[in-house]
């Protein structure tokens, strides 16, 4: 029986291998179209091996979704790096969206796109989905405190309408254009600058 550490996979070469290869497939094809057959095969171990690292499945979409997630926070940091203001940091959201529409191109976002294809209620992915989207609006809502937003809850749940919608819309038109136009709807929302 395969050990809880290599169940986590990216601890050998063979788990890497497996997970980068499941990654690609599940967001090129979707999840249910993407068989461990298939992904076995294209990363070049066998069927016991993959069971080996993740323990079914599920296992290795929860671990494709948890190598996401933590991609994301790590390059939208990259983006936050040096932004000061909370109107920098926000447009740094949409720009680091954009970055993400583009890199796949425009199939939408990883996690909606798992999200429609994960219907059972306990499925270990559903809570890193929701894990993952509720840290994007708790993100959006400390930009929304530190810019003096009256109610900074419902602005950050109008700007994640924005940011979702948005990236929904790129990816049924291929093109970036909604995401800019809602950058500029975000941005509408920020309080007014005092008069001097």
């Not at 990654?23 to 992904?39: C, D, K, P, W």
């Not at 959201?93 to 429609?116: H, I, K, P, S």
């Not at 049924?172 to 309080?191: D, K």
């Amino acid at each position: 029986m395969a050990s809880t550490q290599r169940r986590s996979g990216g601890t050998s070469p063979a788990g890497d291998r497996i997970l980068a290869t499941a990654s690609q497939l599940f967001y090129e094809r979707g999840i249910r179209a993407t068989g461990v057959n298939t992904i076995a095969e294209q990363a070049a171990v066998t069927k016991v091996t993959l069971y080996a690292h993740f323990g079914s499945k599920d296992g290795l979409v929860a671990a494709h979704l948890r190598a996401r997630d933590q991609r994301w926070w790590t390059e939208l940091h990259e983006f936050l790096a040096g932004r000061t203001s909370a109107e920098e940091r926000l447009k740094a959201m949409f720009d680091a969206y954009q970055a993400w529409a583009l890199e796949g191109g425009f199939r939408g976002c990883g996690f909606v796109n798992a999200a429609t294809e994960i219907t059972t209620p306990d499925h270990p992915g559903r809570a890193i989905i929701s894990d993952h989207k509720e840290g994007i609006r708790r993100y959006l809502e400390s930009f929304a405190t530190e810019a003096g937003c009256t109610d900074p809850a419902e602005v950050a749940d109008e700007w994640f309408l924005l940011l979702e919608g948005a990236m929904v819309t790129a990816a049924l038109r291929q093109s970036a254009e909604p995401l800019h136009r809602a950058r500029q709807a975000a941005l509408r929302l920020l309080p007014s600058p005092s008069p001097e």
